[in-house]
């Protein structure tokens, strides 16, 4: 027996497999984003507000990951938007692989901006590239202030940092300065939007950024 | 369960090794495992036997584990603590502006092959 130094980390596989899905939606000019969260944070509400809120400047598709159920399809779809859920079979997470099973089932119309609703869970959807070519992570005002100093690998990867629930702001101690302070410490690049998706507070920004995103990724040859 | 999905790709990643490497059986496996890198060992062990008869690679291949213990750093005082014991309040000075230093790293270490 003689002994192999690997020094891989458990997910090179998978980045390489990442790599190649993001280059061949480039191809098709299909911008996908990877949207992570909490369970319940608010991603569906997020989503279905952007999708009719940007009606007319941007057609929007999302691919909603889920251990088993399928409500929140239903409810993209009854947006008039495309939708298609997919089942992870008890996995937490979405890896590139399931990433592109999911792709080929889909049939996304005409959207050109696709969202993948991960998993609801900060922790491993972190770790596995989907090919995506934008993260987006959400945090909910009553998950608390110091989240990113428990999951700090997920406010590193992301590009964009949406609080939303900020209505609620009344009846929770969130520090919205502690929270920025906090996620800008672990990655100085994230962008942050506080919003509502229920009174609208503070989504025009976001969606402005969404669409700069995309036509600067539009851009690039 | 999140190991099922880890031990596909390490088997992946591993088939790839083999290939670079000349090698048609390997004998171990030996995987770093950070303390607070959210995988269960005894879960990891129980996904790998299952899955490793399904691949001629590693079918007969032992797992090994290697843990990494959990380091947090202090911005304030500029000390290190174990996370596990203390989570994010350093017990030097009782500051929460703390951040992970080691202990959620996943990776495979080595092989021993024939
Ligand atoms: N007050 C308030 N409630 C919100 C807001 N956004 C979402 N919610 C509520 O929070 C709950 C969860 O929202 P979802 O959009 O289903 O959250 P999710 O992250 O998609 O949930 P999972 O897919 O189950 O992980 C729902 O009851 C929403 O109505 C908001 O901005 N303000
Ligand atoms: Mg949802
Ligand atoms: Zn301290």
């Given at each position: ?12 596989a998978?980045?390489?497999?990442a ?15 990877n949207l992570?969260?909490a ?10 507000r ?50 592109r099973?999911?792709?080929?089932a ?25 090919g ?13 202030d ?10 590193r ?16 101690d ?9 996620a ?32 600067r ?5 | ?5 880890v ?81 994010k309040?350093?017990?030097?000075c009782?500051?929460k ?18």
């Open positions: 027996m003689k002994v192999i130094e690997v020094g891989r980390a458990g997910t090179d998978n980045d390489r497999d790599d190649l899905l993001r280059r061949e939606l480039k191809e098709k000019d299909l911008f996908l984003i992570m969260s369970a319940g944070s608010g991603k569906t509400t997020l989503l279905s952007t999708i009719t809120d940007l009606r007319g400047k941007a057609s929007i598709g999302v691919m909603e990951a889920d251990l088993a159920s399928d409500v929140d399809a239903a409810a993209i779809e009854a947006l008039g938007a495309a939708s298609i859920q997919v089942h992870t079979g008890g996995c937490c997470h979405m890896d590139a692989v399931m990433t099973e999911a792709l080929e889909f049939d996304a119309g005409e959207a050109r901006i696709l969202f993948l609703e991960n998993v609801g869970n900060l922790l491993c959807p972190a770790e596995y590239d989907t995506a070519h934008l993260k987006v992570m959400i945090l909910s005002l009553p998950e608390g110091d989240k990113p100093l428990k999951y700090p690998l997920m406010f990867e992301s590009d964009a940092l949406v609080i939303t629930k900020m209505d609620a702001a009344p009846y929770f969130f520090d919205l300065e502690a929270a920025k302070r906090r800008k410490a672990l990655n100085p690049k994230i962008e942050i939007f506080p919003v509502s998706a229920k009174t609208g507070e503070g989504m025009e920004a976001w969606e402005n950024w969404l669409l700069t995103a995309w036509e990724w539009r851009e690039d040859a | 369960m999140h190991e099922l999905g031990v596909t790709h390490v088997i992946r990643t591993l088939e790839e090794v083999a290939q670079e490497n000349d090698v048609t059986k390997i004998g171990s496996v030996t995987l770093t495992v950070g303390e607070v890198s959210g995988i269960v060992t005894e879960q990891i062990i129980d996904c790998w036997n299952w899955f490793k008869k399904k691949t001629p690679l590693v079918c007969e291949a032992e797992l090994k584990i290697e843990p990494v213990p959990a380091v947090t750093w202090c911005t304030a005082c500029e000390q290190t603590y174990e996370t596990v014991k203390y989570g309040t350093c017990p030097h009782g500051s502006e703390t951040y992970l230093l080691q202990g959620s790293e996943f990776a495979i270490k080595e092989i021993e092959a024939e």
